[in-house]
């Protein structure tokens, strides 16, 4: 008796959601920005992690593709090292109630607040030809998604933090009216090593939409390329190794070698001393192309075992299913649906 009420008596896991869309390959950016984070977080929260493919259709997909990268990023996801008997990975299309709870949600959502958010903005400037609804009403799938797992805690990129603000303001809203259904969720954002920028670009982040695919990382590519992209990658034009406001393409890197390492910028600074920029680029591309030679080896693994990554996709689907079916329920009926 005693041990059941100290079970009861401990709190629960805080619960995690997070996503990737399946638009492109997966880059370093992805990994050392999102993933890498996502495996350490296992350990002390619930962990949701999603693929999100019906975020990936707002700008044109070739299907054939869209289907293989939905594939290949749970089998990553994998390689990186989120358990599935701990996480529940999923693919978004899988899960109903994504789709459903986002119709509910845009009714509380003013055009106003969507007409603000600087991706779409950004989007409907790069897809002129294509600004379509779903572009515009992302962010309210978003919110669906982070909402219906009553997740506490959304690792996300900086760029995503507006988002995460628009789903707080429309969860408070809506409990506002109804009482407490939606827990109200915190964007996690780390400081460092949060943002990988573009190899090519360093003004901007390392993007797998970029149509060049020397501005990125691919996390699957080999190790080769990878030691070449980072020779060629963009620098400025003093040779100094130091991290300084202005210095994007030394600092980039520099931030990609302390990732691996872990070695702080000074430490980086004092190693590099008195080397010119071709000693560093060859070190940072040694270190980057050994650090993902662990998750190269299991992703060829992995991909090979179609089996094994679809019934990952069938019992995270199934997990995420009910999960999302209690809140969706809850949503319906205070909102006044008629339940038979
Ligand atoms: N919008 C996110 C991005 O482009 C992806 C995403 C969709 C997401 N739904 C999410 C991230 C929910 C975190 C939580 O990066």
Redesign the pocket.
């Known amino acids: 008796m005693d041990e059941v009420k100290d079970l009861a008596a401990q709190p629960l896991k805080k619960r995690i ?5 399946p638009s492109g390959i997966i880059t370093l950016g992805n990994y050392i920005g999102a993933i890498k984070n996502w495996v350490e977080l296992q350990r002390d929260y619930e962990c949701l992690y ?1 693929v ?1 493919d019906l ?1 990936a259709i707002t700008v044109r997909q070739e299907p054939a593709e869209l289907r293989r990268r939905t594939f290949e990023a749970i089998a990553l996801y994998v390689a990186c090292g989120i358990d599935p008997e701990k996480s529940t990975i999923f693919v978004q299309s899988h899960v109903p109630a994504h789709a459903e709870l986002a119709w509910v949600l845009g009714c509380y959502t003013g055009f106003g607040e969507l007409s603000r958010m600087t991706q779409f903005k950004d989007k409907s400037q790069k897809h002129s030809d294509n600004i379509n609804s779903g572009l515009f009403t ?1 962010p309210v ?2 919110a669906s ?2 909402l219906l797992y009553q997740a506490n805690l ?4 900086i ?2 933090k507006q ?1 995460i603000e628009l789903t707080r303001d429309v969860a408070l809203r809506f409990n506002s009216v109804y009482g407490d259904v939606f827990t109200i969720p915190e964007p996690y954002i780390k400081e460092t090593g949060m943002k990988i920028n573009s190899l090519t670009d360093p003004t901007k982040k390392m993007s797998k939409s970029d149509p060049n695919p020397s501005s990125y990382i691919a996390v699957i590519e080999n190790r080769d390329d990878t030691i070449r992209k980072i020779k060629r990658a963009v620098t400025d034009s003093d040779s100094v190794i130091k991290h300084a406001p202005g210095k994007d393409g030394i600092n980039n890197l520099m931030s990609i070698y302390s990732c691996f390492t872990g070695k702080s910028f000074e430490e980086i600074e004092k190693e590099f001393a008195g080397k010119g920029y071709g000693d560093f680029k060859a070190a940072v591309g040694e270190t980057c192309a050994d650090g993902l030679e662990n998750v190269r080896s299991e992703y060829a693994r992995l991909i090979k075992d179609k089996a094994y990554i679809e019934s990952i996709m069938k019992s995270g689907a199934e997990k995420a299913f009910y999960m999302s079916r209690k809140t969706l329920s809850k949503v319906y009926k205070k909102v006044g649906f008629y339940h038979v």
Request: charged share 10%; glycine share 10%.
């Open positions: 959601f997070s996503g990737i869309q999603c999100v975020h992302y799938l978003m998604d982070i959304v690792p996300v990129g760029d995503q988002h």
